[in-house]
């Protein structure tokens, strides 16, 4: 076997505690999660201060884009939420598609549990938010808040938390806030999307498979994938759909596979060559090759991944989490459901519903589960993905369109995501201090060991 053919082999079957990508990735959401924190206190300290004036000033500016006697006007806030936000959605898609097709849930078999897991933390949080709120109302459109998870803040707290959490509960969260994003979108396109017009939805519909048509014919040149992309998000946001379900989609269309062996042979080939008679033209030649080797998704990722998790989030954060902390304000969110609801779906609902989907999973007979895993660990799990910002944000936005009840709303998201944030934290250090990692099985607390994945051929 040459050597080429060893690395393709060895990148298909190594899975060690973390893929490599997958682990990048987990750097990437956790580092992004201190930029994400800074840009939410300086909205909260903005909007309580006695320049508070200029946050909404700055945000509901009037940005205009105008073609002959088109125009398309928005504020400020609106384009991050509708356009910048359509990146971090097409992120999302892009890390789908690499999970199911070389990721760590490339066996079917273990995507049971966190799909389950996440199920169970969509329904019972809506569950209960409409338990407290009410079916009825206006307050009710947000029963939609509560489910998500902020995958950011989660990874980021689970990184305090240290070698106390298995790096391979933070693959199961992750593919767990992965389902998360999935239905949100799906939520926000049936459920918070007022009208549809079908011309421009079979448009966008028509773009995505111009898209899927040039992956299929091996069209490398990004230019007409950017044409496409626009006017895929000019079609999306015509239709009445939001533009971030065009996101998900085109990021899923670009799915990751190993490098081929020819291209690791002209690889290794080119570096010889170099190695020989080193030149630019040499040099730029090994450096299009290997990365012509990558797959479009990983390529993609690449590239996108710092953009968002260091900038489009954090600027959301920053035009989003400003929120008015006075008496008054404290004293309408407390006296009303709706903060209450969103709280209780966040701390309760979710961990319960990811405990509940997680048990659930087990029982069917072909799911697997990542070894060395215990259910003390589990809700720690469960507590984080009570987090919900970032989405949770953003259909509040597409919720209401009364200020007053988008405030409490907010009030509810950070008060929800706080708690569950320290509920997780004191589950692990409470675990910690039980006996660590694997707690003895006559603990009380140690219930049966989940179910292992198989080692891989």
């Not at 040149?221 to 379900?245: C, D, E, M, Q, R």
């Amino acid at each position: 076997m040459s050597t080429a053919t060893q690395a393709a082999a060895g990148f298909r079957t190594q899975r060690g505690d973390v893929t490599a990508a997958a682990g990048r990735y987990l750097q990437t959401e956790a580092g992004g999660a201190v930029l994400l924190l800074v840009a939410t206190v300086l909205a909260l300290v903005w909007a309580n201060s006695p320049w508070k004036g200029s946050y909404e000033g700055l945000w509901e500016t009037e940005l205009a884009l105008s073609l002959g006697d088109r125009v398309l006007a928005e504020s400020l806030r609106h384009w991050v939420n509708d356009l910048l936000m359509a990146l971090f959605f097409m992120l999302v898609g892009l890390e789908i598609a690499r999970e199911l097709s070389i990721g760590e849930y490339q066996d079917r078999r273990a995507v049971a549990a966190p799909a389950l897991a996440a199920l169970g933390g969509l329904v019972l949080p809506a569950a209960l938010f409409a338990a407290v709120v009410g079916t009825s109302g206006e307050a009710a459109r947000g029963w939609g808040i509560a489910m998500s998870t902020d995958t950011a803040f989660a990874l980021g707290v689970l990184a305090l938390v240290g070698p106390r959490c298995p790096n391979r509960l933070r693959i199961f969260l992750l593919a767990l806030a992965i389902v998360d994003d999935v239905a949100a979108i799906a939520v926000i396109a049936v459920f918070y999307t007022d009208r549809v017009d079908l011309g421009a939805l079979g448009l966008a519909v028509l773009l995505l498979l111009a898209v899927a048509g040039l992956r299929a014919r091996g069209v490398r040149n990004p230019a007409p994938y950017v044409v496409l992309a626009i006017g895929l998000w000019l079609a999306a946001y015509a239709s009445g759909v939001h533009p971030t379900v065009a996101g998900v989609a085109l990021g899923m269309l670009f799915a990751a596979y190993p490098p081929r062996e020819d291209a690791l042979d002209r690889t290794q080939e080119l570096g010889r060559r170099f190695l020989t008679a080193p030149s630019p033209e040499r040099a730029r030649e090994v450096v299009q090759t290997l990365t012509g080797s990558l797959s479009a998704n990983e390529r993609l990722t690449l590239r996108l991944h710092p953009v968002v998790s260091f900038a489009v989030v954090p600027v959301f954060a920053l035009a989003n989490a400003g929120v008015g902390l006075d008496t008054a304000s404290l004293r309408e969110a407390a006296a009303g459901r709706l903060a209450w609801g969103i709280v209780l779906g966040l701390v309760v609902g979710k961990l319960l519903g990811v405990l509940a989907g997680t048990w659930l999973a087990l029982r069917l007979p072909t799911t697997t589960f990542t070894g060395g895993v215990r259910w003390g660990q589990l809700a720690g799990a469960g507590s984080v993905a009570g987090i919900g910002f970032t989405i949770a944000l953003f259909v509040t936005d597409l919720a209401f369109d009364d200020e007053a009840l988008r405030q409490q709303a907010k009030i509810g998201i950070l008060v929800g995501s706080a708690l569950a944030a320290l509920m997780a934290l004191l589950v692990f250090r409470f675990l910690s201090a039980r006996g660590g990692l694997c707690l003895p099985e006559d603990d009380l607390l140690a219930l049966p060991a989940l179910k292992d994945i198989p080692d891989p051929d």
